[in-house]
């Protein structure tokens, strides 16, 4: 009975100790979107094609769109690296949304290879914001774009959502860049 109580006692004791020794989360993971400061030729070749069908067969119609989502007048540059990262997700949000949609055979296999892609960037992106800390305010100017995306999405129609994100695409991927560089984006 004595052995068993100090077998336990001496296993508590050792695991508080290792426990000190590695603080909770030093084993993770760390978050690295270094590979995203270059992106690959083949990807945004592959955006390329998907954009240039995109026009070929969705634009021919004569849409009336009011949102300016990614006309802003700041760079993302002028905001903070958290701040960044909370657009960066916000913009893939969309345009993966938009990608999923339904739509005809021809651009359903052009937009795989950069659905695939966006889908990748966003679980890494996920990552990121879930090591890091979750208590960040976003700022003024984003939470301004913030309210400006949500109010688009109840207002605008889905072909006007999906033509923003298509054809905006160079600029999320820019802004992923430059989140990839953190502080060395100016």
Request: glycine share 4%; hydrophobic share 40%.
């Amino acid at each position: 009975m004595l052995c068993l109580s100090f077998t336990s006692l001496l296993v508590l004791v050792l695991g508080v100790s290792l426990g000190a020794a590695f603080p909770q989360g030093a084993l993770k993971k760390s978050c690295s979107l270094s590979k995203y400061k270059f992106i690959m030729r083949h990807e945004m070749k592959a955006a390329r094609k998907m954009t240039e069908h995109f026009e070929n067969i969705k634009l021919q119609s004569d849409r009336k769109c009011n949102t300016r989502l990614f006309h802003r007048k700041w760079k993302i540059a002028d905001l903070s690296v958290p701040d960044r990262v909370i657009l960066v997700e916000a913009e893939l949000n969309l345009t993966i949304a938009m990608l999923e949609l339904p739509t005809v055979p021809s651009f359903d296999e052009a937009r795989q290879r950069p659905l695939a892609f966006l889908t990748q960037v966003r679980e890494d992106l996920r990552g990121c914001m879930a090591m890091e800390a979750t208590s960040h305010q976003p700022s003024g100017r984003l939470r301004h774009w913030l309210h400006n995306l949500q109010t688009a999405k109840n207002t605008e129609t889905t072909g006007c959502l999906e033509a923003s994100a298509i054809l905006n695409i160079f600029q999320v991927l820019e802004d992923l860049r430059c989140t990839a560089r953190r502080e060395q984006c100016t």
